[in-house]
């Protein structure tokens, strides 16, 4: 068999559209959340929640929470690709920010035992949303164009801190749930309209950056990193993520095209997971950067 019979999977928090997770031919297991007192699975497709009904559950101060993804249903998951014949490549949600790569480790180990034949390689995308997206489907087209399982994993390895996140975050009450923020904090900067820039960095970490006056300003200041860092913006395919947001997204995208001529510009939602934490209206961008 050759070595490029191998599969890609990746978690939900990739937050990709069904038309990216089918080009780059990508497996995509479902992380699990729930809202208010019901449970759902988190599907690119959105086949369980539609995502504006999802962020107006938020608006309205229903509150979701998120669970990782265990050892034993990476097993049930992976098991069957094995028994089919496939190596696999799996690429799981950033270690700083979830348990979940322990558990793809974990069970990775025990199914080796059982299949010594088949190679399964974990790796940290030490990334989160578009970021961890843009990794997936990078390493779907290099496998779709005949890179190998090995050559693979050395490009995520070598690629991985070059694909830049930067996060506005239009609510401070989301921070301040998720313990960010004291609640006095999140009051006075809701008075003074204060808008939180983000990015992950080098360990995977979400980072506060900057407070901005403004939505319109907190959207400039993301596009102020992407000319700073980006590499070759006339090259450079551009992700765009939104919480229940589409103009304000289109925005930034069109200003990229416009100042910089971008030439690709991908839109997506930010899915149920990640928008747990971040709250409705958040923007998000995604490109290969010279650093994060």
């Known amino acids: 068999m050759k070595e490029t019979s191998y599969v890609i999977l990746t978690d939900s928090c990739?937050?990709?559209t069904p038309e990216l997770v089918k080009e780059a031919d990508l497996n995509i297991i479902p992380m699990t959340f729930r809202l208010g007192e019901q449970d759902y699975m988190d599907y690119p497709d959105n086949r369980e929640i539609d995502m504006h009904k999802f962020y107006d559950e938020l608006r309205n101060g229903k509150l979701s929470r998120t669970s990782q993804i265990t050892p034993g249903k990476y097993i049930e998951i992976l098991t069957p690709f094995l028994k089919d014949g496939k190596d696999i490549l799996l690429l799981v949600f950033s270690s700083a920010l979830s348990?979940?790569?322990d558990s793809a480790k974990n069970?990775?180990?025990?199914?080796r035992e059982n299949f010594p034949e088949r190679k399964i390689e974990v790796i940290d995308s030490l990334s989160a949303s578009g970021g961890q997206g843009f990794l997936a489907y990078h390493l779907g087209l290099n496998r779709n164009l005949g890179m190998s399982l090995t050559q693979n994993v050395l490009w995520a390895n070598n690629n991985r801190l070059h694909i830049a996140h930067w996060f506005t975050i239009d609510s401070l009450q989301f921070l301040r749930r998720g313990g960010r923020l004291t609640a006095s904090?999140?009051?006075?900067?809701?008075?003074?309209?204060?808008?939180?820039?983000?990015?992950?960095?080098d360990l995977g970490q979400l980072v506060p950056i900057s407070n901005v006056r403004g939505r319109k300003q907190s959207l400039l200041s993301i596009a102020k990193q992407f000319k700073e860092t980006a590499v070759d913006p006339t090259e450079n395919m551009v992700m765009i993520l939104h919480a229940d947001d589409e103009d304000d997204a289109k925005l930034l995208g069109n200003l990229l095209i416009k100042k910089y001529a971008v030439p690709k510009v991908i839109y997506s939602n930010?899915?149920?997971v990640i928008g747990s934490h971040s709250g409705p209206n958040t923007i998000a961008l995604f490109f290969f950067a010279t650093k994060r």
């Not at 069970?107 to 199914?111: E, G, I, N, T």
């Not at 904090?185 to 960095?201: C, E, F, N, R, Y």
């Open 185 to 201: 904090k999140a009051w006075l900067g809701t008075l003074l309209s204060l808008k939180p820039v983000l990015h992950v960095d």
């Open 270 to 272: 930010i899915g149920p």
């Open 107 to 111: 069970a990775a180990s025990f199914l």
């Open 99 to 101: 348990s979940t790569y």
């Open 14 to 16: 990739s937050d990709l």
